[in-house]
């Protein structure tokens, strides 16, 4: 059961949904070693793509010191603090699918992702 | 959602934790929407009576008793602990670990008058310990991208530049083309 997160765009008048899910299950890490026990994660994706045309990946949160700008940084401001609950967790990932961000934003390291079309 | 299944070996019943993400204003607080988890039970305590429903808004709400959570599976794997050691799901076992702890709950205990799911389940391993096992069941729930869903509109909660976060629908994201079965 998903919870989706409704973007409303003033110029464009329209809107673009990114939705958030809470799910259990044996992960395969892009990064670290797989163990064959579950593990319990946000996952937080949108079928919208950016204004460059490209898709922006989903992003998986195991906890919340993972923050938007590779694991290092949050995306709204320059700050490598923990995340106070999910919820402030879920906003600066939406933040980051919307805006998008600069190369190594924040020296966080991440390529540049350009805004989300509307 | 994640559901995760619990067999009883002793009495072959299967139960379920759930912890499900949703998104709403709390009476509580401050008017503003917030996102939280849910962990909720079919288990019943030792004396018949259901458990509570436990709001989860960051890693400090931990289960009665339980230790710190670094992260997410540590956090609901000690709701699933306190719930199968409180039940004495391993208790005609040999070496059951029933850490039973009375402490005070850090966690709020949260009522609301339904919670419905309709996620379809996917069951994968299972891992026995004592006399119960667990095994877990998660939903990828439907999703639509292209088109607005809306089962619960509520007003804006911030805004920034030219966007807005406006909405927060959850339940159902029905819409969609995904319906594996």
New interface residues.
């Given amino acids: 059961m998903a919870v989706n997160y409704e973007i409303y765009d003033e110029t464009a008048e329209r809107s673009r949904t990114i939705s958030v899910e809470f799910l259990g299950n044996l992960l395969a890490p892009s990064f670290g070693t797989f163990d064959a026990n579950f593990d319990y994660y946000f996952r937080i994706r949108t079928g919208v793509r950016d204004t460059s045309d490209n898709a922006i990946p989903e992003q998986l949160v195991l906890s919340l010191d993972e923050l938007a700008l590779n694991g290092l940084k949050q995306a709204r401001s320059d700050t490598a603090v923990d995340y106070t609950d999910i919820n402030d967790m879920i906003e600066d990932y939406l933040y980051d699918f919307v805006n998008g961000h600069a190369a190594d934003k924040y020296s966080s390291g991440v390529e540049y992702r350009a805004p989300m079309s509307f | 959602?994640?559901?995760?299944q619990i067999f009883h070996e002793e009495t072959g019943s299967t139960y379920t934790v759930s912890?499900?993400?949703?998104?709403s204003i709390l009476s509580d607080g401050d008017m503003t929407?917030?996102?939280?988890?849910i962990v909720s039970t079919t288990i019943r305590q030792i004396d018949g009576s259901v458990y509570p429903k436990y709001l989860?808004?960051?890693?400090s709400d931990i289960a009665p008793g339980a230790g710190a959570a670094?992260?997410?599976?540590e956090?609901?794997?000690g709701y699933i602990e306190y719930f199968v050691s409180q039940s004495q799901f391993g208790q005609s076992s040999s070496s059951s670990s029933t850490s039973s702890s009375s402490s005070s709950d850090s966690s709020a205990e949260y009522s609301e008058s339904s919670s419905s799911?309709?996620?379809q389940s996917v069951s994968?391993?299972s891992?026995s310990s004592d006399n119960y096992s667990v095994s877990?069941?998660?939903?990828?729930?439907s999703?639509?991208?292209?088109?607005?869903?809306?089962s619960s509109q509520s007003e804006?909660s911030?805004s920034?530049?030219?966007?807005?976060?406006?909405?927060?629908?959850?339940?159902?994201?029905s819409e969609s083309s995904s319906s594996s079965s």
């Fill in positions: 959602m994640a559901t995760i912890a499900v993400l949703k998104s929407r917030n996102s939280y988890l989860v808004k960051n890693l670094t992260n997410f599976t956090l609901i794997n799911s309709g996620g994968s391993e891992s877990s069941v998660s939903s990828l729930s999703l639509s991208f292209s088109s607005e869903s809306s804006s911030s920034s530049e030219n966007y807005s976060v406006s909405s927060v629908s959850s339940e159902s994201s």
